[in-house]
Nanobody, 114 residues
Framework: VQLQASGGGLVQAGGSLTLSCTVVSGNIASFKLMGWYRQPLEKQQEWVAHINRDGDTLYANSVKGRFTISEDNAKNTMYLQMNNLKPEDTGVYYC????????WGRGTEVTVSS
């Protein structure tokens, strides 16, 4: 099983991006929990959001009300819709899944300019 993350890029503050995490050679429905972490430059990795098999979601306070995590089982893909982006959202974003084994995708870089 591989997780393939994409959608990062350069955006101005206040703008939006949508990150995607596609499950390759596996079934997204097999994961009990999926989510996103990010790592700002020269800082520790931090949890951003997650979604469980029932569709329940949870967000870090820093992104609550601006980010939305969702899944499309038909496309075997998890998304992170990011609105009203701020410079402090800059970092490398990683998708993660638990089945109960943990899987990580390669990061996708998000840069928010002020």
């Amino acid at each position: 099983v591989q997780l393939q993350a994409s959608g990062g890029g350069l955006v101005q503050a206040g703008g939006s991006l949508t990150l995607s995490c596609t499950v390759v050679s596996g079934n997204i429905a097999s994961f009990k929990l999926m989510g996103w972490y990010r790592q700002p430059l020269e800082k520790q990795q931090e949890w951003v959001a997650h979604i469980n098999r029932d569709g329940d979601t949870l967000y870090a306070n820093s992104v609550k009300g601006r980010f939305t995590i969702s899944e499309d089982n038909a496309k075997n893909t998890m998304y992170l819709q990011m609105n009203n982006l701020k410079p402090e959202d800059t970092g490398v974003y990683y998708c993660w899944a638990r089945s109960p084994d943990n899987y990580w995708g390669r990061g996708t870089e998000v840069t928010v300019s002020s």
